[in-house]
């Protein structure tokens, strides 16, 4: 607790207690919950009809019999006048990384002229807000003859405030040290310093880096949000690189998908304990407004929590509309979603689709720009590495500092570069290459593809503090792209990219050659062929090979298409 100025005491929240009440604070925090503009009875006047004393209640309840000594209980009164206000309530919450704890809140009441401001009419859940005020007492409850009382300040001044979490000001030493990273290849150089101390997912570190950044925020048709799927065998670092990234990360906001709900996700309709008014309170999307969320464990959720996730990934907001309480909230923030495969393991066989292998649904698989598989496989020196990463000191690791790394993505973020006619026309020829490749596909290929390349090509220009979007910056895009593409088993050819190839983890080249296998499998055992051995003699025959036989042959026993009887295979529509 200190003293700010004229009297103003600083303090957090869970300083203000029964000593303060009648005094000015200052505090700072998150919005966590509102309410809209409502009216209340500050003081009526009452009159007594027999010898026209007047008296003001500000409690509510008439009184009884004059004060008058003279008049006494002859006296009765009658209402004569009364004054009402309009107030908001916001509830305030510290900031999770100011905090060691769970963090505080306190309601403060808005009054007067701060409601015809035009930034507090558009406040949101999730803002950054420095208030100055008097606390102040309301009755919770009467218990056992107990009146309990809790706290809440009456606002005099309030700023909203631009979110830098724990960043201090940007120094001329730490200028100097910004433009010498951006000076040799900044993304590697911020991917190294990203969770330094777990060995490869080097191009997902990249692609997080991107993803803090964001894309265009002046482009109309084009979100700025950089969504990024991670689907992982167990203990290949996944929790570590979500936790790491949410540490190095202002404003973001770190869940588990095992235990949360689509309220504790997007938002919640709960009653005002003092004024019992239903309240709109944000969740983690609205919170992070701006930034960056993390949900770990996400096939965790349940399927209603998933489709939570539809709207704020795509429109960037979220609609209440609950318990006679209809707001809009800004949910403006990257998702990064880390998830395990629906055994543990991946399917090997190339027959079954993402969303077969992860338990999302597709039209949420869809708005990720980038989708990468983690597998836990062995070798050598990258295992030799991980042994030699656990006896390196902390301050060892660390490229640059935590410091440093907040300052240049708060620099790097700030930036709107333009984009260069090169640009404009290599995307455009990238895309109507892959329409034109995808045109007699299960599923085209859309806007939303051609999106992500360039979310991920201007924020490749921020990183390198560029006023402009060059190729290089299309090339980085197209490169981190592909990377995911190859980590679920594409060739490394955008050209020959499918949409539906996403959903069903292959090309449609060896879709064609599949249904070729499946038809003549099909025949085969419907013709009498009732053994594996008899169909595989086959389909050799045909010019197939065994691996693309084998794999087929399993989905085809996994879907139940082909069953297994006394008498041989059969086959089931």
Not at 47 to 65: F, N
Not at 155 to 179: F, K
Not at 468 to 482: C, F, G, P, T
Not at 551 to 569: A, C, P, V, W, Y
């Amino acid at each position: 607790m200190e003293i700010v100025k004229d009297n103003v005491l600083g303090v957090e929240v869970p300083d203000i207690k029964s000593n303060l009440i009648g005094k000015k604070v200052k505090i700072k925090g998150m919005v966590s919950k509102s309410t809209d503009i409502l009216n209340e009875r500050c003081y009526t006047i009452y009159k007594c009809s027999k010898c026209g004393l007047e008296r003001k209640v500000t409690s509510g309840k008439k009184p009884w019999i004059c004060y008058n000594k003279n008049c006494g209980a002859s006296g009765s009164y009658r209402k004569i006048d009364e004054q009402f206000r309009d107030f908001r309530d916001i509830e305030i919450e510290e900031t999770l990384e100011n905090v060691n704890r769970q963090p505080g809140r306190i309601k403060v009441r808005l009054l007067g002229d701060i409601l015809d401001r035009v930034d507090i009419k558009n406040i949101q859940i999730g803002q950054l807000v420095e208030i100055i005020g008097v606390v102040n007492k309301e009755k919770i409850k009467t218990k056992n003859d107990r009146e309990i009382f809790g706290y809440y300040l009456v606002c005099s001044t309030i700023e909203i405030l631009d979110y830098s979490g724990d960043i201090s000001e940007i120094t001329e030493e730490d200028e100097i040290e910004i433009e010498r990273i951006a000076k040799n290849n900044p993304l590697e150089t911020l991917r190294g310093a990203l969770a330094p101390n777990l060995i490869g997912l080097d191009s997902i570190k990249k692609s997080i880096i991107l993803q803090l950044v964001r894309g265009p925020d002046n482009l109309k048709n084009v979100r700025p949000r950089i969504h990024i799927l991670v689907i992982g065998s167990p203990s290949v670092g996944k929790s570590q690189l979500g936790w790491e990234t949410h540490l190095k990360t202002p404003k973001s906001m770190y869940g588990s998908g095992d235990n949360m709900s689509a309220a504790g996700l997007s938002a919640s309709v709960e009653k005002d304990e003092f004024s019992g008014r239903w309240m709109a309170r944000g969740g983690l999307l609205s919170r992070a407004n701006g930034s960056l969320v993390i949900i770990d464990e996400v096939e965790k959720l349940k399927n209603d929590d998933k489709k939570a996730l539809h709207t704020p990934m795509e429109q960037g907001i979220i609609v209440v509309d609950k318990a006679g309480v209809h707001i809009q909230m800004l949910a403006d923030c990257s998702i990064l979603a880390l998830c395990n495969p629906k055994k543990g393991f991946f399917d090997t066989s190339g027959y079954r689709s993402v969303s077969e292998e992860v338990k999302l649904p597709e039209p949420l698989i869809s708005r990720f720009d980038l989708i990468f598989y983690v597998k836990d496989e062995i070798d050598k020196k990258k295992d030799k590495l991980i042994i030699e990463n656990l006896f390196v000191e902390k301050d060892k690791v660390d490229r640059i500092s935590s410091d440093i790394f907040k300052k240049y993505i708060k620099k790097a973020s700030k930036i709107k570069p333009i984009i260069t006619r090169e640009v404009r026309a290599t995307l455009e020829d990238i895309y109507l290459k892959l329409r034109n490749s995808s045109k007699n596909s299960l599923e085209n290929i859309t806007p939303r593809q051609a999106g992500g390349l360039l979310r991920l090509a201007v924020a490749s220009a921020k990183i390198r503090l560029s006023e402009k979007v060059e190729l290089q910056d299309l090339e980085i895009a197209e490169s981190l792209m592909l990377d995911a593409l190859e980590s679920i088993g594409f060739e490394r050819n955008l050209n020959s990219l499918d949409q539906a190839s996403i959903y069903t983890n292959t090309t449609r080249k060896k879709i064609s050659v599949q249904n070729q296998i499946i038809e003549l499998i099909k025949d085969l055992i419907k013709s009498g062929k009732r053994t594996e051995n008899e169909l595989e003699e086959t389909v050799l025959l045909r010019g197939f090979s065994l691996e693309l036989f084998r794999k087929t042959f399993e989905g085809l026993s996994r879907d139940g298409s082909i069953i297994k009887q006394s008498g041989g295979l059969r086959w089931i529509e």
